[in-house]
């Protein structure tokens, strides 16, 4: 009889620093998700393009690598799966409005808060 594998939830971390984007994949692999890592937002559209129903969480910075900035590709990712629980954060208030249902957290932001998103994102 063939054993199936449990299903993990799946996030897509973009972020051009390293340490920081290191650190959230740390985080949610450590709470039992499978994570897909971005520097640019035109790497993270293309992630999007081939698998956006599999994802349940995106977590973006605005300032990314690259000529999109984290508040385009919230708005590109909620076109491409509507229900995907978005986060977007920056250390700078928002220029742009961001699609309706992504969240906008400002930086610095505990590592409590991203368990806690990766729990809700999971439930729903």
């Not at 349940?56 to 300032?63: K, W, Y």
Request: charged share 25%; aromatic share 4%; hydrophobic share 45%.
């Amino acid at each position: 009889m063939a054993q199936t594998k449990p299903f993990r939830a799946t996030a897509l971390i973009v972020e051009d620093d390293a340490m920081q984007r290191e650190m959230l994949c740390v985080l949610l692999e450590e709470s039992g998700y499978q994570v897909i890592q971005c520097e640019s937002a035109e790497a993270a559209e293309r992630v999007l393009d081939n698998s956006a129903d599999a994802l349940c969480l995106m977590l973006t910075d605005v300032q990314l690598a690259g000529s999109m900035n984290g508040v385009e590709l919230a708005h590109v990712a909620k076109r491409r799966n509507p229900k995907l629980d978005v986060v977007v954060t920056s250390g700078r208030p928002l220029k742009q409005p961001l699609p309706d249902g992504a969240k906008f957290w400002a930086k610095p932001w505990a590592p409590l808060d991203v368990l806690r998103e990766a729990e809700i994102a999971q439930l729903s």
